[in-house]
């Protein structure tokens, strides 16, 4: 698993770089309301954008202001520096104002040959529905438009299939993380997710596969305690590693670059459009969805006593304004329920921050017992 947290680090992997020698064209998203299958239908790899904890803002803080969420400053750092500059276009969605504002700001400086905007509701109903599949529609024939392929409705099943399969094996795969002898590190399981989305669906495949192999035979010892670690975008590989190194391991997690991004979306099968407006929409565990705070306090608290956690540690980055208010919320309501809370607020990828999180990750630790 140590190759894949060294390739997980990279922006750019050598997987990648082989893609596009052979002519192989990448599409950059952020959000998981983004319905990937539409891209690997037509033949284009979808990536998901990440910072990776890169603590470098001088040339994104010229577009977005020092009060936007760390994280998106960052990606759109990399996006103004070239580091980028491999992706053929950018999908940006309304996740929330600064994931907007990184996307637009990235589409003024830097002009992408393909940009498109995909509109998301905020609340789920019949209405909401029809308007999302309609949205879908038209991410669909902007994609084949400008790419000049044709993504049928076969080919969209079989895209459909081939995620299918790689939700069940990540859940396998997660469900090891979970069992009674922990198969995996948090960090290991971050680095998964950031591989799933930055590597050929195919090349990824095989990568599981061994995942899965070695993880059946492995057990992860030395801990203090079982923690759950929920909160906004997060792909600090650093930050889980942290935590786990004064003995809090990560054995599950409510995070977008962790479980909410595959473990409760179904089957896709039927009409293949429909089919995608229904499963995204409907399981978007993300406060940016109104009056559904209900549905996302029952996955936190299934996922927390599935994986028999000692505590849960909520994160969000300083300026993250749906995170920092769920999180106020969520604290109360667990605690409620007999699950000890640590709220985390820190600064995306600051190094600087990691000594002030350490002790604290050290305090909760001991309050808890561990």
């Known amino acids: 698993m140590e190759d894949a947290i060294r390739l997980a680090g990279d922006i750019l992997n050598s997987h ?22 539409i891209m690997d239908a037509a033949g284009i790899l979808p990536y998901r954008i990440r910072a990776l904890g890169k603590p470098e803002r001088e040339l994104a803080d010229a577009y977005l202001s020092r009060f936007n969420c760390g994280f998106c400053r960052a990606c759109l750092q990399l996006g103004l520096d070239g580091t980028y500059d491999f992706l053929d276009g950018l999908v940006e969605n309304n996740g929330c104002d600064h994931l907007r504002g990184m996307f637009e700001d990235w589409q003024y400086a830097k002009d992408p040959a393909f940009f498109h905007y995909l509109r998301v509701p905020h609340t789920v109903s019949e209405e909401a529905l029809e308007f999302f599949a309609e949205e ?13 392929v044709d993504i049928s409705d076969a080919s969209l099943a079989e895209a459909m299939e081939r995620s299918n399969r790689t939700r069940e094996k990540l859940r396998e795969l997660f469900s090891l993380r979970e069992g009674e002898r922990p198969a995996l590190t948090g960090r290991q399981a971050m680095a ?3 591989l799933e989305s930055s590597l050929p669906p195919a090349v990824f495949e095989d990568y599981l596969a061994r995942f899965l192999e070695e993880s059946e035979r492995n057990e992860v010892r030395g801990y203090r305690a079982r923690l759950l670690l929920a909160g906004s975008a997060t792909d600090e590989l650093a930050l889980v590693g942290e935590i786990e190194d004064v003995g809090g391991l990560v054995v599950s997690d409510a995070l977008c670059y962790g479980t ?32 559904d705070y209900a549905t996302r306090l029952d996955y936190v608290l299934r996922t927390a006593r599935r994986a028999r956690v000692d505590g849960a540690v909520l994160v969000h980055n300083k300026f993250c304004d749906l995170h920092g208010v769920e999180n106020v919320r969520l604290r109360l309501d667990l605690e409620e329920a007999g699950i000890p809370v640590l709220v985390l607020e820190k600064e995306y990828g600051s190094g ?19």
């Open 352 to 370: 600087a921050d990691l000594g002030r999180i350490r002790t604290r990750i050290q305090a909760f630790l001991e309050r808890i017992g561990g």
């Open 136 to 148: 879908l529609e038209l991410f669909r024939e902007a994609l084949g438009r400008h790419f000049q």
């Open 192 to 194: 998964v997710i950031l």
């Open 16 to 37: 990648l770089e082989e893609w596009r020698r052979a002519g192989g064209r990448i599409v950059g998203y952020t959000c998981v309301a983004t319905p990937r299958e």
């Open 260 to 291: 909410r991004a595959f473990w409760n979306l179904p089957r896709l099968a039927g009409d293949p459009i429909h089919a995608l407006a229904e499963a995204y929409l409907k399981h978007l565990l993300c406060p940016r969805m109104f009056d």
